[in-house]
């Protein structure tokens, strides 16, 4: 049968005449048809889904009445381009009063994004042309490098190990990519390692971007959700920080507003100026409403605080639970994931050759999804927003993961 003459108009960034007949599954979408078999064939056995990476409950009562209550106004109905100055605003003061991250400017160091999704995608738009590097960090999220691709650009991928803390080694770039390269992502506290940053790292993180001529993009999606002590840390409260870069803040999993879809950028003044005049020309703003009632988000950062003693709660229970099945976890200090490393195979013989092969055995004999990571090591990420209504129906969760696990014998 001859082609569409459509399927010969694809742009190669998509894989050109040859888009859609990709016969490789991509690993969530491998995950997906696990689960769904495994639901098949063990119809009385609940499957626990510990590789969600969204929040579990919904926004607070308070904010979905303000998006009501805003949603009826007739002077929100229209475009908001470049973002509501209240909630720039707001921005500020929250940066101040969290982070201690003090004056920002909020006409010109600030602006809000459809998600920080959407600022990760269009940052690029506004730096890189084809040749120039982004230095991004695996395991990983990834959209900063897809659209830097798309761009032509280069991604050089730096792996975060256990023995560096999980943090990247700048020093093993080459000074041709060092020369090159115009962006450099950093993710602290991280996804999926949920490795923190320190004030000594981001200080070098501003000292080699300062010789280098980069500019850093600080994804600082979780960085808010602490526990056990710890204080939320901006990578823009260090010196020196804001000459050099921007941080982006989401308001998903802070205040668990995953699919409202708002998040916003602060920083140096250019690289803000510069994504202004991206996101003008690709979208016409997230609605006002929705902005309004991320606004009463950011003046009650309680509402993050209540929900980082959830998490904390449960990362105690799964390190626990994972502790005595015989693998080596340690609690992060921020974030809602436990990163683990695999066993090496079993007692009876089997033997698991990577994360995704261990992630499907899992799914298949447990009946437990996680999600494998191996970039740098085989690990799997495990997620502490699982479905759960209280506390007693968390320590059960536990109590039934304990003992699917139970009879395993792991080998590591």
Same mark, same amino acid.
């Given at each position: 049968?001859?082609?569409?003459?459509?399927?010969?108009?694809?742009?190669?960034?998509?894989?050109?005449?040859?888009?859609?007949?990709?016969?490789?599954?991509?690993?969530?979408?491998?995950?997906?048809?696990?689960?769904?078999?495994?639901?098949?064939?063990?119809? !009385?056995?609940?499957?626990?889904?510990?590789?969600?990476? !969204?929040?579990?409950?919904?926004?607070?009562?308070? $904010?979905?009445? =303000?998006?009501?209550?805003?949603?009826?106004?007739?002077?929100?109905?229209?475009?908001?381009?470049?973002?509501?100055?209240?909630?720039?605003?707001?921005?500020?003061?929250?940066?101040?009063?969290?982070?201690?991250?003090?004056?920002?400017?909020?006409?010109?160091?600030?602006?809000?994004?459809?998600?920080? /999704?959407?600022?990760?995608?269009?940052?690029?738009?506004?730096?890189?042309?084809?040749?120039?590097?982004?230095?991004?960090?695996?395991?990983?999220?990834?959209?900063?490098?897809?659209?830097?691709?798309?761009?032509?650009?280069? $991604? $050089?991928?730096?792996?975060?190990?256990? %023995?560096? %803390?999980?943090?990247?080694?700048?020093?093993?770039?080459?000074?041709?990519?060092?020369?090159?390269?115009?962006?450099?992502?950093?993710?602290?506290?991280?996804?999926?390692?949920?490795?923190?940053?320190?004030?000594?790292?981001?200080?070098?993180?501003?000292?080699?971007?300062?010789?280098?001529?980069?500019?850093?993009?600080?994804?600082?999606?979780?960085?808010? +959700?602490?526990?056990?002590?710890?204080?939320?840390?901006?990578?823009?409260?260090?010196?020196?920080?804001?000459?050099?870069?921007?941080? =982006?803040?989401?308001?998903?999993?802070?205040?668990?507003?995953?699919?409202?879809?708002?998040?916003?950028?602060?920083?140096?003044?250019?690289?803000?100026?510069?994504?202004?005049?991206? /996101?003008?020309?690709?979208?016409?703003?997230?609605?006002?409403?929705?902005?309004?009632?991320?606004?009463?988000?950011?003046?009650?950062? !309680?509402?993050?605080? /209540?929900?980082?003693?959830?998490?904390?709660?449960?990362?105690? +229970?799964? $390190?626990?639970?994972?502790?005595?099945?015989?693998?080596?976890?340690? /609690?992060?200090?921020?974030?809602?994931?436990?990163?683990?490393?695999?066993?090496?195979?079993?007692?009876?013989?089997?033997?698991?050759?990577?994360? !995704?092969?261990?992630?499907?055995?899992?799914?298949?004999?447990?009946?437990?999804?996680?999600?494998?990571?191996?970039?740098?090591?085989?690990?799997?990420?495990?997620?502490?927003?699982?479905?759960?209504?209280?506390?007693?129906?968390?320590?059960?969760?536990?109590?039934?993961?304990?003992?699917?696990?139970?009879?395993?014998?792991?080998?590591?």
């Amino acid at each position: 049968m001859r082609k569409s003459f459509i399927q010969e108009l694809f742009a190669q960034r998509i894989g050109g005449d040859l888009f859609g007949g990709d016969t490789v599954l991509y690993k969530f979408e491998r995950i997906k048809q696990a689960k769904r078999t495994a639901i098949k064939n063990n119809p !009385e056995i609940n499957l626990i889904d510990l590789g969600v990476g !969204e929040p579990d409950w919904m926004a607070e009562p308070a $904010v979905v009445d =303000i998006l009501f209550e805003q949603a009826g106004l007739k002077e929100n109905r229209g475009y908001t381009d470049n973002g509501v100055q209240e909630f720039k605003d707001a921005a500020v003061k929250y940066m101040e009063s969290v982070y201690q991250v003090k004056g920002l400017n909020p006409f010109s160091e600030v602006n809000h994004g459809i998600g920080s /999704k959407s600022i990760l995608v269009q940052l690029p738009l506004a730096f890189i042309n084809p040749g120039d590097i982004t230095i991004m960090t695996v395991p990983g999220y990834p959209v900063l490098g897809t659209m830097t691709k798309a761009l032509q650009g280069e $991604v $050089v991928n730096l792996p975060l190990l256990e %023995k560096n %803390k999980f943090w990247p080694d700048l020093n093993s770039l080459t000074q041709e990519q060092r020369r090159k390269a115009k962006l450099l992502y950093i993710n602290y506290p991280n996804n999926p390692t949920g490795a923190t940053a320190t004030s000594q790292f981001y200080e070098r993180v501003v000292r080699f971007a300062r010789e280098n001529n980069m500019i850093v993009v600080a994804d600082a999606a979780y960085a808010a +959700l602490t526990f056990d002590g710890n204080k939320p840390f901006s990578f823009l409260s260090v010196s020196g920080a804001k000459e050099v870069g921007v941080e =982006i803040h989401s308001l998903s999993k802070a205040f668990n507003m995953t699919g409202w879809r708002l998040a916003f950028i602060c920083g140096n003044e250019l690289v803000i100026k510069a994504f202004a005049a991206v /996101k003008d020309n690709n979208d016409s703003g997230q609605f006002a409403a929705i902005q309004k009632a991320g606004i009463y988000c950011l003046q009650h950062p !309680e509402i993050t605080e /209540k929900t980082a003693l959830k998490y904390s709660r449960r990362h105690n +229970l799964l $390190v626990d639970v994972f502790r005595k099945a015989g693998f080596t976890v340690k /609690k992060p200090k921020a974030s809602f994931y436990l990163y683990v490393q695999i066993p090496k195979g079993m007692k009876n013989g089997r033997s698991f050759l990577s994360a !995704e092969d261990f992630s499907q055995y899992l799914i298949a004999e447990k009946l437990i999804s996680t999600v494998p990571w191996d970039d740098a090591g085989s690990y799997i990420r495990l997620s502490v927003t699982f479905e759960a209504g209280d506390e007693a129906a968390e320590i059960q969760i536990a109590k039934e993961i304990e003992h699917r696990l139970a009879d395993a014998d792991f080998i590591f």
